[in-house]
């Protein structure tokens, strides 16, 4: 489907190119002949098929769609590529398949998505997102992190009274381990690895989370079960360490990257409010 939708775009852009070749007057002669001799050499077809010449600029676009999803792009194969999807396409013109509803209406869809993609990418050309914007957002997300991180085990269960059976377990003479505790008790799929959550910061948690974890020492656990909406905790610290923020450099592509995201959705949101958008049924 991706090539086929690659393949309209190259279609559409060699008919334009055709309508275009069919409206503009021939040159003199001499003319002609002094810009054949200054300019490069056009690029000749692909190849021809039953009259119809296939655009390099095809070749081109089925070349990088191979590419990406990893299957071989020699010349041959695009060349294979392009004259098969030319005989199929003239098949099914020659069947009358495109007066189909159904391929009417696919045709127009990808259509629509080729010229979507298309003024999604000049838009990021021409609203490209300035250092200082970046560095800007990098300080604000910078200045909002936790300096600490903890590296939290917990085990989850569904009542408050399991929860206080489990720290008198802890508590006994001959304490149980944590770890076989969370594997036997524990709700959470962390339960198998011993209730093990890895590192977190604080804002990464939910609020009565946050607060227990925070107020524990390495070794340290809840002596309390603590209520969220994921039912009652029993919390332990593994360890803390400080939180080294990375530097603008290592993060810079993803910001950038989140910004024009946030671009983008703002664009098609005043698209919307300016257009009248009308469902049919809806009052």
Same mark, same amino acid.
């Given at each position: 489907m991706?090539t086929?939708?690659?393949l309209?775009l190259?279609?559409?852009?060699?008919? /334009?190119?055709?309508?275009?070749?069919?409206?503009?007057?021939a040159?003199?002669a001499?003319?002609?002949?002094?810009?054949?001799?200054s300019?490069?050499?056009?690029?000749?077809p692909?190849?021809?098929?039953?009259?119809?010449?296939?655009d390099?600029?095809?070749?081109?676009l089925?070349r990088?769609d191979?590419?990406?999803?990893?299957?071989? /792009?020699?010349?041959?194969?695009?060349r294979?590529?392009?004259?098969?999807?030319?005989?199929?396409?003239?098949?099914?013109?020659?069947?009358g398949l495109?007066k189909?509803?159904?391929?009417?209406?696919?045709? /127009?869809?990808?259509?629509?998505d080729?010229l979507a993609?298309?003024?999604?990418?000049?838009?990021v050309?021409q609203?490209?997102?300035?250092?200082?914007?970046?560095?800007a957002e990098?300080?604000?997300?910078k200045?909002?992190?936790?300096?600490?991180e903890?590296?939290?085990?917990?085990?989850?269960?569904?009542?408050e009274?399991l929860?206080?059976?489990?720290?008198a377990?802890?508590d006994?003479?001959?304490?149980?381990?944590?770890?076989?505790l969370?594997?036997?008790?524990?709700?959470?799929?962390?339960?198998?690895?011993?209730?093990?959550?890895?590192?977190?910061?604080?804002?990464?948690?939910?609020?009565?989370?946050?607060?227990?974890?925070?107020?524990?020492?390495?070794?340290?656990?809840?002596?309390?079960?603590?209520?969220?909406?994921?039912?009652?905790h029993?919390?332990?610290?593994?360890?803390?360490?400080k939180?080294?923020?990375?530097?603008?450099?290592?993060?810079?592509?993803?910001? /950038?990257?989140?910004?024009?995201?946030?671009?983008?959705?703002k664009?098609?949101?005043?698209l919307?409010?300016?257009?009248?958008i009308?469902?049919?049924?809806?009052?």
């Open positions: 991706q086929t939708k690659i309209l190259a279609c559409m852009a060699l008919g /334009a190119q055709q309508v275009l070749a069919a409206d503009t007057p040159a003199p001499a003319a002609t002949n002094a810009t054949a001799a300019a490069p050499a056009a690029k000749l692909i190849a021809i098929v039953n009259g119809v010449a296939l390099p600029m095809q070749a081109d089925v990088m191979l590419m990406q999803r990893k299957r071989p /792009a020699s010349d041959e194969n695009v294979n590529a392009l004259i098969d999807n030319e005989l199929m396409s003239q098949e099914a013109l020659r069947l495109d189909s509803p159904e391929v009417k209406a696919i045709l /127009a869809l990808q259509q629509k080729v993609k298309a003024v999604i990418d000049d838009y050309k609203h490209p997102v300035a250092d200082e914007r970046i560095k990098y300080e604000q997300i200045a909002k992190t936790d300096d600490m903890y590296q939290p085990a917990h085990i989850l269960v569904a009542d009274k929860a206080k059976q489990i720290i377990k802890l006994g003479k001959k304490p149980a381990k944590f770890e076989d969370a594997k036997q008790y524990s709700k959470d799929d962390t339960g198998k690895e011993g209730g093990d959550l890895g590192w977190l910061s604080p804002s990464n948690v939910v609020p009565e989370f946050a607060k227990a974890m925070v107020a524990l020492k390495k070794g340290e656990y809840t002596k309390t079960p603590v209520q969220t909406q994921f039912g009652w029993i919390i332990k610290i593994q360890n803390v360490r939180f080294d923020f990375p530097a603008i450099d290592k993060v810079k592509g993803r910001i /950038a990257n989140q910004l024009l995201q946030q671009d983008l959705r664009y098609l949101a005043e919307r409010a300016t257009a009248k009308e469902i049919p049924g809806q009052k």
